[in-house]
């Protein structure tokens, strides 16, 4: 039996864990169209005819409201419409010793099946959730086409929510109905709240308000709503990230998380991100994930947050999960699972070292093209990795750092179940084309340091990183008039680049116009020697993401589903052309992104372009077209 959750501060030893320890035990009723669960904290109806849980309570609070539409609920949708409920859904009410669950299976007939599970435990605040999609039909050998979004939400219709928690970094009053009722649509999902200058979030955080603004990468441990009970005890609901093995993209793919919704995104093609194909015999169980309530005299909302993200690990009540894995097929038990462990030397200036175990073969970013791909990462810390829990399989093993170019990479690493792989002396040697004569940028996979990118609002008392608000905030032709003009040893990147390179800019809530004098930047260097007659000159470019015309369909829509990004180096009248495919393409900049769809490309030329004193580059975007691009880093090398 599990101990209770949660690693308690202080402050929470009279707020939660005495309420804790007081919760018993874990029961269901059935009448004509529900299933009530419930313990002693802890309540909620099932809907028999569809699956979704309504009139959720905690220590007498309801959290979800009313129902009117979809709010009120808690339930997993399928906008990109691969799968669907069917609206006769099946239930099937389990229980053990001391938990109680239900499995809510659609199966329609064409081969397709949706099966969600929801588990309560005794002495536990919180519910645990499971996802399996699945599709059998021989006899379709095209399938359903790409799985894109499905994605579970907790979605109230008002309650006690007051605040909204990305992670410890990103949170913000929600909104109030008066500035929601005066908002004025500057794109989709964006709103300018100016016109109430009262309201809290526009006092706390930017005059703009986007869903986007709450996004995170793969990495977020738990998110989501805080506020007060009547009696003004702060209390918190988390989705809590326990495991994520089986989400595709890696731990740099960014995705919604709270918006006054709770997101638990499984899949999808925000960010260019990849998605599986749903073809005969696709099989595919997500989870499990833990919706958590917590609460605390006097606790912030980033100590209940704090006491989310000490339950966000894969070995977090292992053996319930093990004795409810009959009832969840597709869930892989502790028995099939392993360790990996490796030591690696990293290259000289490499921060922040990342390990990731993904699909063999690929960029872990596409893991989704492989069937049955898991997904595991870390942070190395004095060159040791240790990987726990890891599906027994083969693998790819990607380190990446901050300031090193490139990525190492090694296939067909085999972990077995029940015992520890192990890797020894792996060497990473950095990637090098000859002797660097400049960079711009620090490789990190994200466009960051460059000006509005990390870059904080100082207006505003939360102090926002640039990117997460809305982009027509930061005028760029004002900015930068006629685009980028930088000179190595003498521009600083987070003033003299911007982190979006615009073809061409606006119309945005406070410019009429679009710019379109805007997409040729130069690069302005010296050299103190000519290059020898027989160099190579090696340009890197690596990018945090790219948008064409085809944005995140992943269809070649457009009137530019493919560019080219063309550098021109001094005089030359022919370009090194790099063309960014419709399939590469994320929003991310619109979409408040700061790293998307890596992308990254190496061209060589003839040394002797380049010459002794004044070099230019100039690096073109097409004329006046809605498509732009997002820089990691770039570097001129020679040998």
């Known amino acids: 039996m599990s101990k209770p959750p949660g690693a308690f501060s202080a402050f929470q030893v009279v707020g939660l864990l005495s309420i804790l320890l007081s919760v018993q035990s874990a029961s269901v009723t059935e009448s ?8 002693d904290l802890l309540s909620f109806n099932v809907v028999k005819k569809n699956g979704y849980i309504q ?6 609070v309801s959290l979800l409201g009313s129902v009117s539409g979809n709010a009120g609920q808690l339930y997993t949708d399928f906008p990109s419409k691969a799968f669907a409920l069917t609206g006769n859904t099946a239930h099937e009410v389990v229980s053990g010793e001391d938990w109680v669950g239900i499995i809510l299976t659609d199966n329609d007939t064409a081969g397709s099946l949706v099966q969600r599970s929801w588990f309560l435990r005794d002495r536990e605040v919180g519910i645990h959730s499971f996802v399996r999609l699945a599709y059998y ?44 009722a005066n908002q004025i649509e500057v794109q989709g999902a964006t709103w300018y709240l100016g016109n109430t200058p009262s309201d809290g979030y526009v006092q706390q955080e930017s005059d703009y308000w986007t869903k986007y603004t709450f996004a995170d990468n793969q990495t977020n441990k738990a998110h989501g709503l805080y506020g007060a009970k009547p009696d003004g005890t702060p209390l918190a609901v988390w989705w809590v990230i326990n495991q994520n093995d089986a989400y595709f993209g890696g731990p740099t793919h960014v995705d919604l998380t709270v918006d006054g919704i709770i997101y638990n995104k499984y899949s999808t093609n925000h960010g260019g991100a990849t998605s599986p194909n749903i073809t005969d015999g696709f099989d595919r169980t997500f989870g499990p994930q833990f919706l958590y309530f917590n609460q605390g005299k006097k606790a912030s909302h980033l100590e209940l947050l704090k006491d989310a993200q000490a339950l966000a690990d894969p070995a977090w009540n292992a053996e319930f999960y093990d004795t409810i894995a009959p009832h969840v097929p597709g869930y892989v038990v502790s028995a099939k699972r392993g360790q990996f462990v490796a030591k690696v030397t990293l290259p000289e200036g490499a921060s922040k070292p990342v390990a990731v175990l993904s699909a063999n073969g690929v ?39 901050s300031g090193v170019f490139g990525d190492y990479t090694q296939d067909n690493i085999v972990v077995k179940a029940d015992c520890a792989t192990t890797l020894n002396n792996v060497l990473w040697d950095a990637e090098s084309a000859g002797t660097e004569l400049w960079r711009i940028g620090t490789p990190d996979k994200t466009a960051g340091e460059f000006r509005n990118g990390f870059e904080r609002d100082l207006t505003h008392p939360n102090q926002p990183a640039k990117y997460r608000i809305y982009w027509g905030a930061w ?11 930088f000179t190595i040893g003498k521009s600083k990147e987070a003033i003299d680049w911007n982190y979006v390179h ?18 040729r930047w130069q690069i302005n260097f010296d050299l103190t020697n000519a290059p020898a007659g027989n160099s190579i000159a090696t340009f890197t470019i690596q990018l945090a993401a790219a948008k064409t015309t085809a944005g995140n369909t992943d269809n070649p829509q457009g009137s530019n589903p493919n560019f080219n990004i063309s550098t021109f180096v001094n005089d030359q009248t022919t370009s090194l052309d790099w063309e960014i495919q419709w399939f590469e393409s994320s929003s991310c900049g619109e979409r408040s992104a700061i790293s998307c ?15 002794r004193g004044y070099n230019k580059f100039v690096l073109a975007l097409p004329h006046a077209a809605p498509v732009y691009v997002q820089y990691d880093a770039l570097r001129l090398e020679l040998r």
């Open 32 to 39: 004509s169209s529900l299933f009530t669960f419930q313990n």
């Open 363 to 401: 960029h872990f970013q596409d893991s989704a093209v492989v069937p049955g791909a898991y997904q595991y990462w870390t942070d190395i810390k004095e060159g040791e990795i240790s990987l726990n829990r890891v599906k027994e399989g083969t693998y790819r093993l990607t380190v990446y750092a």
């Open 597 to 611: 769809h890596l992308l990254s490309r190496k061209v060589e030329f003839p040394g002797t372009w380049l010459k």
């Open 502 to 519: 615009w073809s061409q800019y606006g119309p945005t809530y406070i410019r009429n116009n679009t710019v379109t004098d805007i997409n």
């Open 475 to 485: 005028d760029f032709p004002s900015q930068f008039p006629g685009g980028v003009n």
């Open 137 to 180: 039909n021989s006899n379709d050998p095209v399938g359903k086409g790409e799985l894109g979004e499905v994605r579970t939400m907790f979605r109230p219709n008002n309650g006690p929510w007051t605040i909204l928690v990305a992670n410890e970094e990103q949170w913000a009053p929600i909104p109030s109905a008066d500035a929601i």
């Open 55 to 60: 009139n959720l309570t905690y220590d007498g």
